[in-house]
């Protein structure tokens, strides 16, 4: 059995789930409209590098203080459907299906919360994923994250805590997917390799290392 795993982020989707996410709170009334405009400028901030990612997960996980699990489960069921699937590119949904049909483990990595990745996860029919926990006390959220990690090499930790659970023995080869630069330590990784309309350092960087390029398109 091999281990597949996606980014979710630009790799199966064309946009950035936290950021579509906000949206569509705001969309609903369930987030002031100021949300949108915050989160931009976060995620701008977070990029170069001047915010942290327990900053960026605080501020944008505040809607959902106080908030009890099953109504969040239900908005993220409604916003899977209406921003997530739509979203999804093609080749992504028939390279999830490959692997599938192989009988991959196959798991979704995202730098956002699991209160979304995972159910996103599900949605796609992938066994799993592996996100930022968010916290939840007597069922409901505290608008806080449980456990950081906003970078390749804090995804690739918590690979490897996963890993060590899974007896990563059983798997004979990683398969990569990622269009970031950032997961540069996960597609290190990996034995197969495949970056996801890559950005021009990252593409180098793959032509150096012999890694797949593909040109995904919604």
């Given at each position: 059995?091999?281990?597949?795993?996606?980014?979710?982020?630009?790799?199966?989707?064309?946009?950035?789930?936290?950021?579509?996410?906000?949206?569509?709170?705001?969309?609903?009334?369930?987030?002031?409209?100021?949300?949108?405009?915050?989160?931009?400028?976060?995620?701008?901030?977070?990029?170069?590098?001047?915010?942290?990612?327990?900053?960026?997960?605080?501020?944008?996980?505040t809607p959902l203080a106080g908030m009890g699990?099953?109504?969040?489960?239900?908005?993220?069921?409604?916003?899977?459907?209406?921003?997530?699937?739509?979203?999804?590119?093609?080749?992504?949904?028939?390279?999830?299906?490959?692997?599938?049909?192989?009988?991959?483990?196959?798991?979704?990595?995202?730098?956002?919360?699991?209160?979304?990745?995972?159910?996103?996860?599900?949605?796609?029919?992938?066994?799993?994923?592996?996100?930022?926990?968010?916290?939840?006390?007597?069922?409901?959220?505290?608008?806080?994250?449980?456990?950081?990690?906003?970078?390749?090499?804090?995804?690739?930790?918590?690979?490897?805590?996963?890993?060590?659970?899974?007896?990563?023995?059983?798997?004979?080869?990683?398969?990569?997917?990622?269009?970031?630069?950032?997961?540069?330590?996960?597609?290190?990784?990996?034995?197969?390799?495949?970056?996801?309309?890559?950005?021009?350092?990252?593409?180098?960087?793959?032509?150096?290392?012999?890694?797949?390029?593909?040109?995904?398109?919604?």
């Amino acid at each position: 059995m091999d281990l597949a795993l996606f980014d979710l982020d630009e790799t199966l989707i064309c946009e950035d789930s936290a950021s579509l996410w906000c949206r569509w709170l705001v969309s609903q009334g369930y987030a002031p409209a100021v949300l949108v405009e915050q989160e931009r400028a976060l995620m701008a901030r977070y990029r170069e590098g001047l915010l942290s990612a327990e900053e960026y997960m605080q501020a944008t996980l505040t809607p959902l203080a106080g908030m009890g699990t099953l109504t969040v489960a239900g908005w993220v069921r409604r916003f899977i459907q209406r921003d997530i699937l739509p979203r999804l590119y093609p080749a992504a949904r028939e390279k999830l299906a490959w692997h599938q049909q192989r009988g991959d483990k196959v798991m979704v990595m995202s730098p956002g919360g699991d209160h979304l990745a995972m159910p996103i996860a599900q949605q796609l029919g992938a066994d799993g994923a592996l996100a930022v926990g968010v916290e939840i006390v007597n069922d409901r959220y505290s608008g806080r994250p449980c456990s950081v990690g906003n970078n390749g090499r804090d995804a690739t930790a918590r690979l490897t805590d996963w890993l060590a659970l899974e007896d990563d023995a059983r798997f004979t080869q990683i398969w990569a997917y990622s269009d970031s630069i950032n997961d540069l330590p996960l597609l290190e990784r990996a034995d197969r390799a495949h970056v996801i309309n890559p950005a021009e350092p990252l593409y180098q960087l793959a032509l150096q290392r012999g890694w797949e390029v593909c040109r995904w398109i919604k």
